[in-house]
């Protein structure tokens, strides 16, 4: 039994029900939690093992796989994170791929669900960090559309952008607000559009960016080799090919006054 198993069973209510022929009521509710730790890690159930290393041993095969190597542990974080630069400069190094020209990318805080080890980097840790069935996008915003997004992107703080954005916040009484917003080192012109890369799942508005509804030539292929964790092993792999090893910096592209 997984401790997954265990703990959701651990913390299903108990109810006791009172029945009148066919008409049931709730007479009474009991609850409690197990912790599932490390403590039933002490002892080992050998029937358990041998009944699961067939299992183990296809899921090993699945995610073992080695994709390539990092220099560093990275993690997402705000205003700024290894991690999330890394992801949004992905997303633009995979655009040619999809015959696409960006002046930049987005990837949100809440798609990045675990953090990079550093050295060798495997299938399983890059679907640990992007489990979702999240793929890669294309948007067309304008000008005053994109300056709108950096408002948002600053309201929470920050997400995940691009080398070549640069955003300042200020931050007043637990509230921030945008105070300049530069791309590829030029003021966001409003009169002019922008092409973005992000994931599909933000094209609805989600995690606080409405400002994607308003999208315009959007391409956003739904096979499931879009993916974005196919997208970034890709990556692993290309830098793995090239004798590359994977790195990051925090280069100020979003910082807080």
């Known amino acids: 039994m997984s401790r997954k198993f265990l703990l959701l069973w651990a913390m299903m209510p108990m109810l006791t029900l009172v029945s009148c022929r066919t008409h049931y009521e709730v007479a009474g509710f009991q609850r409690s ?13 050998t029937h358990v093992a041998e009944f699961l290393k067939p299992y183990k041993h296809m899921v090993d095969s699945v995610m073992e796989p080695v994709v390539g190597q990092s220099a560093k542990f990275m993690k997402a974080q705000r205003p700024e994170g290894l991690l999330t630069n890394l992801l949004a400069d992905i997303l633009v190094w995979a655009a040619k791929d999809y015959q696409e020209q960006v002046d930049f990318s987005i990837y949100n805080m809440g798609g990045v669900r675990a953090d990079l080890p550093k050295g060798t980097i495997t299938y399983g840790d890059v679907l640990d960090i992007a489990p979702f069935e999240n793929k890669i996008a294309f948007t067309t915003l304008s000008g005053a559309d994109v300056l709108e997004l950096f408002e948002q992107i600053a309201s929470v703080g920050g997400e995940g952008v691009s080398h070549g954005v640069c955003l300042v916040i200020s931050k007043d009484q637990n509230k921030y607000r945008l105070v300049s917003a530069t791309v590829n080192g030029e003021p966001v ?66 910082t807080i006054k």
């Open 33 to 45: 939690r197990i912790l599932v730790d490390n403590r039933y890690d002490a002892v080992s159930d």
């Open 189 to 254: 012109d409003p009169l002019r559009d922008y092409r973005v890369a992000t994931i599909d799942y933000l094209l609805g508005g989600t995690d606080k960016m409405s400002v994607f509804k308003k999208g315009r030539n959007v391409n956003s292929p739904q096979d499931s080799s879009n993916n974005t964790r196919f997208i970034i092993m890709n990556y692993f792999r290309e830098q793995q090919k090239q004798g590359n090893i994977v790195d990051a910096e925090i280069e100020g592209r979003i």
